[in-house]
């Protein structure tokens, strides 16, 4: 295959991103810096750090060779399994919150749920590349993918972290689907699926408590419906054009993680809906873009790769906005490139590196059939 220059649009994108997360943790935790530390950059000069070293990844994993990516998926996979292991054992994984998902590395925090993400895709995508002509027999196509993903999933939620496994069963779902798999089986599939969540939900109080406040947050206005409520407050308080940039009050201790899983509440106050909705068509032009270069990937696997990537990012995004509108309920999934969180955001930064990579080897003007290939009567390959 060959190469060109990466895909500006998207570098452009990422851009736009990490620079609006940067300038809105700053406005959106200098209060709790302040309070917490008695230095409003506090949180800001950190995720600088991170922004750093994530942009350093980027720029490797956009270098790399497309057989360098390949030969990246089982290593990846071992080392994310690994980690999640040591996260599980007690005193090992730093707990916060009454959750057990960091490993404390000295002057960082890692979450090893967002490395294996980020694994679960390359290595999803490789088995499925591998079992392309075989893509209606279940055992040797779609059952790999799913005993990996089903594996780190209930590694997750040891930790507990049902937002996050979520995310790694949805994009893997999505990769069975561009892989061409029945629909018939999809189906089934994302029905127990859903079963499975349900009886999670059900099985847990606080989760159950998620979701009755969910329906209705004033039931519990000063408990669990408190966060969404107060979420609603700044949005509205933003009105279309915002308070101004720094002058939300909502930060000011009233709404609770305003820095990361709500800070999309924080940017709704400030910017108005006119800089929530520019937001929103950011994230949307990447997932845009991310499809359209999995589309026009010539190779299988990157193909697969980069729809997964895209999945990543935009199923991500829905959660959490989702979370914060009150569209859905709060699962703690923090909004990719903005919300202040270190391993987000690196890992984030060195996916969109990878999706660099595989818009190198895009091919204009059609969608090539190998990349998609549905031998199966549900589906045609895609086409122009």
């Known amino acids: 295959m060959q190469r060109h220059r990466p895909d500006f649009l998207l570098f452009f994108l990422i851009l736009c991103l990490v620079g609006g997360g940067l300038t809105m943790v700053y406005s959106a935790s200098s209060v709790t810096a302040v309070t917490l530390y008695g230095q409003a950059s506090y949180f800001f000069v950190r995720?600088?750090?991170?922004?750093?070293?994530?942009f350093i990844l980027l720029f490797l994993?956009?270098?790399?060779?497309?057989?360098?990516?390949?030969?990246?998926?089982?290593?990846?996979?071992?080392?994310?399994?690994?980690?999640?292991?040591?996260?599980?054992?007690?005193?090992?994984?730093?707990?916060?919150?009454?959750?057990?998902?960091?490993?404390?590395?000295?002057?960082?925090?890692?979450?090893?749920?967002?490395?294996?993400?980020?694994?679960?895709?390359?290595?999803?995508?490789?088995l499925l590349d591998k079992s392309q002509h075989h893509l209606m027999e279940f055992r040797r196509s779609m059952m790999p993918p799913l005993v990996i993903a089903f594996v780190v999933f209930m590694l997750i939620m040891l930790e507990p972290d049902l937002g996050t496994g979520m995310i790694i069963m949805g994009t893997v779902f999505s990769l069975l689907f561009l892989a061409g798999?029945?629909?018939?089986?999809?189906?089934?599939?994302?029905?127990?699926?859903?079963?499975?969540?349900?009886?999670?939900?059900?099985?847990?109080?606080?989760?159950?408590?998620?979701?009755?406040?969910?329906?209705?947050?004033?039931?519990?206005?000063?408990?669990?419906?408190?966060?969404?409520?107060?979420?609603?407050?700044a949005f509205a308080s933003g009105g279309w054009f915002g308070r101004g940039l720094g002058y939300g009050i909502g930060k000011y201790l009233w709404l609770p993680e305003s820095h990361t899983d709500f800070i999309f509440a924080v940017i709704a106050e400030e910017l108005g809906a006119i800089g929530a909705i520019a937001l929103v068509t950011l994230f949307a032009l990447y997932v845009w873009r991310g499809l359209w270069i999995s589309l026009h990937v010539p190779d299988r696997f990157l193909s697969l790769t980069a729809g997964g990537i895209t999945a990543m990012i935009g199923l991500s995004t829905f959660i959490n906005l989702g979370a914060v509108t009150g569209i859905l309920p709060v699962t703690g999934v923090p909004l990719p490139f903005i919300s202040y969180g270190g391993s987000s955001l690196l890992i984030k930064l060195a996916a969109s590196g990878m999706l660099l990579n595989i818009s190198r080897y895009t091919r204009t003007g059609e969608v090539p059939e190998a990349a998609y290939t549905s031998p199966g009567p549900n589906r045609r390959p895609a086409s122009g």
């Open 47 to 54: 995720q600088c750090i991170w922004a750093g070293l994530g």
């Open 181 to 233: 798999t029945p629909l018939r089986y999809l189906a089934a599939l994302v029905a127990a699926g859903g079963l499975g969540i349900g009886l999670l939900i059900l099985l847990e109080p606080y989760r159950l408590a998620r979701l009755t406040v969910f329906l209705n947050p004033w039931k519990d206005a000063h408990g669990d419906g408190y966060q969404m409520i107060q979420a609603f407050y």
């Open 61 to 126: 994993f956009m270098k790399q060779s497309a057989q360098g990516l390949r030969r990246l998926t089982k290593p990846l996979f071992v080392v994310s399994l690994l980690l999640l292991v040591m996260v599980a054992i007690p005193h090992v994984g730093t707990s916060v919150n009454g959750a057990r998902r960091w490993l404390d590395l000295g002057p960082i925090n890692l979450q090893p749920s967002e490395l294996a993400s980020l694994a679960v895709i390359l290595y999803s995508a490789y």
